[in-house]
T-cell receptor
Framework: GAGVSQSPSNKVTEKGKDVELRCDPISGHTALYWYRQSLGQGLEFLIYFQGNSAPDKSGLPSDRFSAERTGGSVSTLTIQRTQQEDSAVYLC??????????????FGEGSWLTVV | RKEVEQDPGPFNVPEGATVAFNCTYSNSASQSFFWYRQDCRKEPKLLMSVYSSGNEDGRFTAQLNRASQYISLLIRDSKLSDSATYLCVVSSGTYKYIFGTGTRLKVLA
């Protein structure tokens, strides 16, 4: 597609439920990132995928968070047993190749998660 | 100390004013620098990359000072539509992009 596509745009879930957030990167982009932004806060790195390499999961805040990227394209971020502090906007981004100076990353519109 | 620091603002300026933001970074090995713009409840969008020699895009000018480890963004002839949060982004050439928390700009009529 023309840009990074994320779904759902908005999700309200009950505490303790699992949620899945989907990201479809820009066609041809091999690098994919997930960030989280809480209200009024900066962007927090969660996870990075580059092609078929092992992902960098160092930013995932707890073992309730996991992410997959199938076929080097679409990615799913899963949050198990959601807590109220998980409420945030989850932003996916992609770039042509990760790890190159000057490489630009492009963001999707985000998935707004509210845990009640 | 945060890796990338910005004054959160808000900077309230009248239309037509010139305004400048600075951003400091702590990693001297940083290689790539960007300014992103984020509107309320929207995703960040690339405003401009920052090059060593400085660069200009219309009313926007970005500068890099490696010795002092800061980058700046100058906006001339401010428009109401420039009201947004401006994010400083730094990368050491790896895939890790470090975002500042942003500087809020409000351009007043």
């Amino acid at each position: 597609g023309a840009g990074v596509s994320q779904s759902p745009s908005n999700k309200v879930t009950e505490k303790g439920k699992d949620v899945e957030l989907r990201c479809d990167p820009i066609s041809g982009h091999t690098a994919l990132y997930w960030y989280r932004q809480s209200l009024g806060q900066g962007l927090e790195f969660l996870i990075y995928f580059q092609g078929n390499s092992a992902p960098d999961k160092s930013g995932l805040p707890s073992d309730r968070f996991s992410a997959e990227r199938t076929g080097g394209s679409v990615s799913t971020l899963t949050i198990q047993r959601t807590q109220q502090e998980d409420s945030a906007v989850y932003l996916c981004a992609s770039s042509l190749v990760g790890g190159q100076a000057g490489n630009t990353i492009y963001f999707g519109e985000g998935s707004w998660l509210t845990v009640v | 100390r945060k890796e990338v620091e910005q004054d959160p603002g808000p900077f309230n300026v009248p239309e037509g004013a010139t305004v400048a933001f600075n951003c400091t970074y702590s990693n001297s090995a940083s290689q790539s620098f960007f300014w992103y713009r984020q509107d309320c409840r929207k995703e960040p969008k690339l405003l401009m990359s920052v090059y060593s020699s400085g660069n200009e895009d219309g009313r926007f000018t970005a500068q890099l000072n490696r010795a002092s480890q800061y980058i700046s963004l100058l906006i001339r002839d401010s428009k109401l539509s420039d009201s947004a949060t401006y994010l400083c982004v730094v990368s050491s050439g790896t895939y890790k992009y470090i975002f500042g928390t942003g500087t809020r700009l409000k351009v007043l009529a």
